[in-house]
């Protein structure tokens, strides 16, 4: 033990100088286990400092290990779906240097980012993604004869997702070298739903059969010409069984050759089913059982805590760092606005026996477990799978029910079909409560909730609330409820709300008049445009506000006080393209207001960093404001 | 046979006077296939005269006879996926009297429409979204203590989608009493693709086993406590033999209880079958094989050419009827938008080796049949799976390959986090054929492609191009394979180029100056400018044209243009929330211009009606333009 851990001390350092990934392949048995040590020492001693996912990348150690040496990157392409447990993957191809950057501004991403490395071949920051994304490579390989693999490894969450089955069903009719690790933990995000979870566990708990048949294949698959009778007899024996059955797994229903399943941890019985799985001229599926948060005890025995760490130190959105040892997530949570949404609709569920919640795999994110606890009826956890938690929504609402959706902003792009399709065109009244709406921080890119409003905003019969505290969130979800026909939508950020602001709480909006320019905003940015407000007048700047909280159909009483004022400067911590400051301003012409009219959004994709400085980067933090209202009285100065 | 013609005849005429759908379960065998008779000649009859969909509804005429005699609708809930083959469902619940309206302005529509009758609860014009909602419908009857079934009967086609396979993972688990028609037969809308197509002819061909399963199942299910010892041991193997093998059916492994392969034209064997279906108290699985055409000999030869069946009169825009006799789609289509596309593909095709084409099922209706044909190794038809197409392209792309993928707008709206998550954040250079963009006419709401470029403007690294002919059609394409980073849409409409209106092919904007107020559009609608125009230049009206081709990012050029007007008239085929006429007023009202801004858009969905009359009621026609212009300037002259 003492001896191991001077070694993998050694090794540890040793992996900044290794030739990655391509060295990992002369390390020997013990050499491996030694690495895997220290691998798991490095993710746990940064994550818990950085925040991202500990538990995943805890039980993929192994496999991230046993895939590098296996094929070779970035030549053979590696797919982690979803993107969160590419950590090891990022550690074993030269980025451990970097390590401790991990989603910080300018740092490593918390997912693959083709622009970070070549290792990182395709953006998998949403689930059920990589295997028509490697499909769509090993293809390219084959237009282009180019004799590499194409590797997706998708963890079991992953797989109530549509999209997977999308490329499962059109790649297993192909010809492709393409391999899918299926990564099964049993746990999904908080625990799996579904049936294809507990058809996982049907096949895991078979493994005679499975194993035998993976024997019969793999030396069927080596000696092309087979020698043994014995072999091919048992093979014919299966095959005749197979064929009297109809057929085996849903992989091989799908034209998947299946092997598996294979002790995620097991290096040896991974470096065998891998070079098995490389010998077929079809796609393949490797079925491989891992623990999450393997080795590290506290994550082993509640991963579910240990799926998204936050960092150590508050990020200033209210949100704290988990306590390690607390075990109940229900009582465990800082308050923040999804606890409230939960509680909120909690206590309306036990009033109102039509409320239905559903989530797609985000019960603890979303705040949810209150009401799965109270009503667990009415409660629906349908998976990965936002496109038919929405038509599902809408069938409950066609029969008279209240269905509220609560998701993440960035998740709910994938439903835009079905608020449009399947919900709008009915005007089913459904309510979406977008969690994570707006900057998301240290996530990035594929998880700011910047597109919310430009996406619902297209769609006929949707009303959106922005609230911009609590008392709100919960005035606007009680509207939305009852209120509000057709879709609803009620968008709240990450985190708590703003300390010492004390907002009124509206469902319309709130209007401050004080003169000068007009500050136009909603949600999260009220508290910093009230403060820069507060500064303005201190320094003798006069200036007003309005604050939308009906943020669409823009409200008929915010276009008459807009009308008001000459110049206007819009806030909006969004998506410009789209946006509701785009759609004022327009108004405002049709209107004949031959004003000054500023608007700050969001343009383009954002970087991850915190909360505060991606909302700083924007140019929406209060001295932002500051200096954008004292700008424009100059340049409307100059243009009288 | 003289005598069964005689009594169809009459029950033809009786079809009104019944009370439907109840008085179906009074008939007696003779009279059901007598009345499937008359059903299918009012089908041919009218559907040739009126367009829409034949040969799938006529292999559904005893299938959906024997769902309205098993079950009691609207009280049982049945829903049709895709809605196209709910014909028959229409007439056996009252609606042969308006049966020769369909399709027609103010007549049925051509998919389930809740406000047309309580028989149709779902509206289906997508396909793949019937078990999340008959799931959610039964979900709804469970909690409401309802002992009413929802069924959902899904096409084979609709199996390829993402969604259908996420509600039966949802529902599989469930105690639900969902039962899923699964009306297989065996051609999707061209011809089924992907390994499930493959994975349900491998069911079909082991009739035996299934059979004799289903025997069992239905003695078990019938007689609670097992009388024979028979039975018991039979089922017995069978379960021995199951655990053996893991699973049986896909869908048996997906929780549902798998019924078939039965004769959908033998109403008997029908009847059977659905009441053993309703005798489980969880989710079943009913499969049923019909034939594409059956009982008419040209649709049933070639069920392809007769899945939409055009109006007999042209409607205006150019698409005339498929000769009935003509057997091969490849040559039979009329020149279109779609074919031009397809052939400047195929040539494009010819001289690039990374170029490759995807679509959705869509193979001729977006004329990619050439570039099948003379590309078959970079053709990729995925199914219905608009999803997949679109992370599958950005793999493409990711690999130096050139993806087109070739849509209909409305299905286009399935994609959005592809398009977004998947293939901007990367900025991935895939092209985005956009078919049927802006109104499509008599297909309707859930079909008008009316919110592509509301959709599609509100992602980063977008480009839309509008042309306006067939030459234009074929620079923006080459454009945006080989000028344009990024995403890269070109839409078109359905139908054909505009008759005598020589426009010169650009791929930024046409500027035409008369002085007077500057009319500003693109697309279609240019087509119908020009003709405004001249008709107000011959009395005497000053009026100028802005013809977008590059429609966003919106040119500087455009904006240059603009502001050198004082009014300004935008028309626009396409939503007016999101749309470019509402950010052209923003960008202008941003640039300090003042003049007036009027624009003419779509606000809400838009029924169905021709093409024509659709743009009438958008207020869009040559004599609508006219007009506008005119209030425009009495307007513009009150308020100077």
Same mark, same amino acid.
């Given at each position: 033990?003492?001896?191991?851990?001077?070694?993998?001390?050694?090794?540890?350092?040793?992996?900044?100088?290794?030739?990655?990934?391509?060295?990992?392949?002369? $390390? &020997?048995?013990?050499?491996?286990?030694?690495?895997?040590?220290?691998?798991?020492?490095?993710?746990?001693?940064?994550?818990?400092?950085?925040?991202?996912?500990? #538990?995943?990348?805890?039980?993929?150690?192994?496999?991230?290990? @046993?895939?590098?040496?296996?094929? !070779?990157?970035?030549?053979?392409?590696?797919?982690?779906?979803?993107?969160?447990?590419?950590?090891? !993957?990022?550690?074993?191809?030269?980025?451990?240097?970097?390590?401790?950057?991990?989603?910080?501004?300018?740092?490593?991403?918390?997912?693959?980012?083709?622009?970070?490395?070549?290792?990182?071949?395709?953006?998998?920051? !949403?689930?059920?993604?990589?295997?028509?994304?490697?499909?769509?490579?090993?293809?390219?390989?084959?237009?282009?004869?180019?004799?590499?693999?194409?590797?997706?490894?998708?963890?079991?969450?992953?797989?109530?997702?549509?999209?997977?089955?999308?490329?499962?069903?059109?790649?297993?009719?192909?010809?492709?070298?393409?391999?899918?690790?299926?990564?099964?933990?049993?746990?999904?995000?908080?625990?799996?739903?579904?049936?294809?979870?507990?058809?996982?566990?049907?096949?895991?708990?078979?493994?005679?059969?499975?194993? @035998?048949?993976?024997?019969?294949?793999?030396?069927?698959?080596?000696?092309?010409?087979?020698?043994?009778?014995?072999?091919?007899?048992?093979?014919?024996?299966?095959?005749?069984?197979?064929?009297?059955?109809?057929?085996? /797994?849903?992989?091989? &229903?799908?034209?998947?050759?299946?092997?598996?399943?294979?002790?995620?941890?097991?290096?040896?019985?991974?470096?065998?089913?891998?070079?098995?799985?490389?010998?077929?001229?079809?796609?393949?599926?490797?079925?491989?059982?891992?623990?999450?948060?393997?080795?590290?005890?506290?994550?082993?025995?509640?991963?579910?805590?240990?799926?998204?760490?936050?960092?150590?130190?508050?990020?200033?959105?209210?949100?704290?760092?988990?306590?390690?040892?607390?075990?109940?997530?229900?009582?465990?949570?800082?308050?923040?606005?999804?606890?409230?949404?939960?509680?909120?609709?909690?206590?309306?569920?036990?009033?109102?026996?039509?409320?239905?919640?559903?989530?797609?795999?985000?019960?603890?994110?979303?705040?949810?477990?209150?009401?799965?606890?109270?009503?667990?009826?009415?409660?629906?956890?349908?998976?990965?799978?936002?496109?038919?938690?929405? /038509?599902?929504?809408?069938?409950?609402?066609?029969?008279?029910?209240?269905?509220?959706?609560?998701?993440?902003?960035?998740?709910?792009?994938?439903?835009?079909?079905?608020?449009?399709?399947?919900?709008?065109?009915?005007?089913?009244?459904?309510?979406?409560?977008?969690?994570?709406?707006?900057?998301?921080?240290?996530?990035?890119?594929?998880?700011?909730?910047?597109?919310?409003?430009?996406?619902?905003?297209?769609?006929?019969?949707?009303?959106?609330?922005?609230?911009?505290?609590?008392?709100?969130?919960?005035?606007?979800?009680?509207?939305? $409820?009852?209120?509000?026909?057709?879709? #609803?939508?009620?968008?709240?950020?990450?985190?708590?709300?703003?300390?010492?602001?004390?907002?009124? @709480?509206?469902?319309?909006?709130?209007?401050?008049?004080?003169?000068?320019?007009?500050?136009?905003?909603?949600?999260?940015?009220?508290?910093?445009?009230?403060?820069?407000?507060?500064?303005?007048?201190?320094?003798?700047?006069?200036?007003?506000?309005?604050?939308?909280? /009906?943020?669409?159909?823009?409200?008929? /009483?915010?276009?008459?006080?807009?009308?008001?004022?000459?110049?206007?400067?819009?806030?909006?911590?969004?998506?410009?393209?789209?946006?509701?400051?785009?759609?004022?301003?327009?108004?405002?012409?049709?209107?004949?207001?031959?004003?000054?009219?500023?608007?700050?959004?969001?343009?383009?994709?954002?970087?991850?960093?915190?909360?505060?400085?991606?909302?700083?980067?924007?140019?929406?933090?209060?001295?932002?404001?500051?200096?954008?209202?004292?700008?424009?009285?100059?340049?409307?100065?100059?243009?009288?």
């Amino acid at each position: 033990m003492n001896k191991e851990r001077q070694f993998s001390v050694k090794r540890q350092t040793a992996l900044q100088d290794l030739k990655l990934p391509d060295d990992l392949r002369t $390390l &020997d048995h013990t050499q491996c286990i030694a690495l895997c040590e220290s691998i798991r020492r490095i993710l746990i001693s940064t994550v818990l400092k950085t925040g991202g996912h500990l #538990a995943s990348n805890l039980g993929v150690v192994e496999l991230t290990l @046993a895939l590098h040496r296996n094929f !070779h990157s970035p030549q053979d392409r590696i797919i982690w779906d979803v993107g969160h447990q590419a950590y090891v !993957h990022k550690i074993l191809t030269g980025r451990v240097g970097e390590f401790q950057t991990l989603r910080q501004e300018n740092g490593l991403s918390g997912f693959p980012k083709p622009s970070e490395s070549p290792h990182d071949c395709f953006i998998t920051g !949403h689930s059920s993604t990589a295997v028509s994304a490697a499909f769509g490579i090993a293809e390219a390989f084959r237009i282009q004869g180019d004799p590499h693999y194409a590797v997706a490894v998708v963890g079991d969450g992953a797989m109530t997702g549509g999209l997977f089955y999308e490329g499962l069903n059109n790649a297993g009719k192909s010809r492709s070298k393409l391999i899918v690790i299926l990564n099964d933990n049993n746990q999904a995000i908080s625990k799996n739903v579904g049936a294809i979870a507990k058809y996982l566990s049907k096949i895991r708990s078979s493994t005679g059969y499975v194993r @035998a048949k993976w024997s019969v294949e793999r030396v069927i698959g080596k000696t092309p010409a087979i020698g043994s009778k014995l072999v091919s007899g048992l093979k014919n024996t299966k095959d005749r069984l197979r064929k009297n059955i109809v057929q085996t /797994t849903l992989f091989e &229903d799908l034209g998947f050759v299946y092997l598996g399943p294979v002790d995620g941890h097991d290096l040896e019985a991974l470096d065998e089913v891998l070079s098995v799985a490389k010998s077929y001229q079809r796609p393949v599926v490797v079925h491989v059982q891992t623990i999450k948060g393997k080795g590290y005890a506290p994550a082993e025995e509640n991963p579910g805590e240990y799926h998204g760490v936050p960092r150590t130190s508050s990020s200033g959105n209210g949100l704290s760092r988990i306590d390690l040892d607390e075990k109940n997530p229900e009582v465990s949570v800082d308050e923040c606005y999804s606890t409230v949404f939960g509680k909120a609709l909690t206590a309306l569920g036990k009033r109102d026996q039509k409320l239905c919640a559903v989530t797609a795999a985000m019960k603890y994110g979303t705040g949810l477990q209150f009401f799965a606890a109270a009503h667990p009826d009415r409660f629906f956890d349908v998976g990965i799978a936002e496109q038919h938690a929405v /038509t599902f929504c809408s069938a409950l609402a066609s029969m008279g029910m209240l269905p509220v959706f609560a998701v993440y902003s960035t998740f709910l792009q994938r439903s835009y079909d079905q608020i449009l399709h399947d919900t709008a065109i009915a005007d089913n009244h459904i309510v979406l409560a977008v969690d994570r709406a707006g900057i998301v921080g240290e996530d990035g890119e594929t998880h700011q909730g910047m597109f919310d409003i430009p996406m619902l905003t297209t769609i006929p019969n949707v009303k959106i609330y922005s609230p911009a505290s609590y008392p709100e969130l919960e005035v606007c979800l009680s509207a939305a $409820l009852y209120q509000d026909q057709g879709i #609803a939508a009620v968008r709240y950020p990450r985190g708590s709300q703003p300390v010492n602001i004390p907002l009124p @709480a509206e469902t319309v909006l709130s209007h401050q008049d004080g003169g000068g320019i007009l500050l136009i905003t909603f949600g999260r940015i009220s508290a910093n445009a009230s403060k820069a407000i507060r500064i303005l007048h201190e320094n003798g700047t006069a200036c007003s506000l309005l604050r939308l909280v /009906t943020v669409f159909p823009i409200p008929e /009483t915010a276009i008459r006080i807009a009308m008001q004022y000459q110049s206007i400067l819009f806030l909006e911590e969004s998506e410009a393209s789209g946006g509701i400051g785009e759609k004022m301003a327009a108004k405002l012409l049709y209107s004949g207001w031959n004003g000054s009219f500023r608007c700050r959004a969001a343009e383009g994709f954002i970087r991850q960093s915190t909360a505060d400085r991606c909302i700083e980067q924007l140019g929406l933090s209060t001295d932002d404001i500051v200096r954008l209202v004292k700008e424009t009285e100059q340049n409307d100065d100059r243009t009288p």
